[in-house]
């Protein structure tokens, strides 16, 4: 990978990651929750688990498969079970919410939409102005 590669991908995981600590830390406001009752720990796994998505995802990107769906497909299932060996493995830190697989399942699928859906816009928009 080259430094633009290197520095497209820290910049989205960044961005990614502030969004979604943002968004979180308003809903705990919302809610009327002034500190975030899993502490820490919650930060560093949602860094763990949005590095795992950002880089599987940028790294699949580039598999020669067509059609384009089935590329992210390729690069969602496996990731997406990482995930899930990642949430089990922080059962034995802490005990788990009930909902954590579903939650985790739900955040992930949901970004990983976001992401295809704004890599396929992009995608398509190179080869219409290369024509």
């Known amino acids: ?23 979180n830390s308003m809903l705990y406001l919302c ?12 930060e560093i796994d949602r860094a763990v688990i949005l590095l795992v998505g950002v880089a ?5 990107t580039g598999l020669p498969i ?3 769906i089935l590329r992210y497909v390729i690069a969602y299932i496996p990731s997406q079970l990482l995930a899930f060996v ?10 788990l919410a009930k909902t954590a697989y579903q939650d985790i ?10 992401l295809s859906a704004v890599n396929a816009i992009i995608s ?8």
């Open 1 to 23: 990978m080259n430094k633009k590669k290197w520095l497209n991908l820290v910049s989205v995981y960044s961005i990614i990651y502030t969004v979604i600590t943002l968004l």
């Open 31 to 42: 809610n009327g929750i002034y500190e975030d009752p899993s502490g820490n720990w919650h």
């Open 56 to 60: 599987a995802f940028e790294l699949c």
């Open 66 to 68: 067509k059609p384009l």
């Open 86 to 95: 990642f949430v089990w493995f922080t059962g034995l830190r802490e005990p």
């Open 105 to 114: 399942w739900i955040n992930f699928t949901g970004l990983f939409i976001v």
């Open 124 to 131: 398509a928009y190179k080869k219409k102005r290369a024509k």
